[in-house]
Nanobody, 119 residues
Framework: QVQLVESGGGLVQAGGSLRLSCAAS????????MGWYRQAPGKQRDLVAA???????NYADSVKGRFTISRDTAKSTVSLQMNSLQPEDTGVYYC?????????????WGQGTQVTVSS
């Protein structure tokens, strides 16, 4: 099993910054992708940013240039630096890790942390 513990989040005014962090523990294979997803009220959970164990990154178009994802592979941690936050960034942010074992991919999720951006 894999456990994810998130920290960060909160309330910030538009234009402000927040940093989210997530630590993974348990049975983590060396080949994995860690990322952050966002779920706004009444909407589906969407990818915000992801980073592979090799360092390649993927961002949602709406956050490119404002958010930066980073990871410490040795410590199995991932962080999301969010700058120039806008009200539309509001939602519950979930940490995710996708691990590959014997050719199968498994997704694990954190409990979620609320980010609220006021206008």
């Amino acid at each position: 099993q894999v456990q994810l513990v998130e920290s960060g989040g909160g309330l910030v005014q538009a234009g402000g910054s927040l940093r989210l962090s997530c630590a993974a523990s348990g049975s983590i294979s060396s080949a994995n992708v860690m990322g952050w997803y966002r779920q706004a009220p009444g909407k589906q959970r969407d990818l915000v940013a992801a980073i592979a164990s090799g360092g390649s990154t993927n961002y949602a178009d709406s956050v490119k240039g404002r958010f930066t994802i980073s990871r410490d592979t040795a410590k199995s941690t991932v962080s999301l630096q969010m700058n120039s936050l806008q009200p539309e960034d509001t939602g519950v942010y979930y940490c995710n890790i996708r691990v590959v074992r014997l050719g199968y991919a498994y997704d694990y999720w954190g409990q979620g942390t609320q980010v609220t951006v006021s206008s």
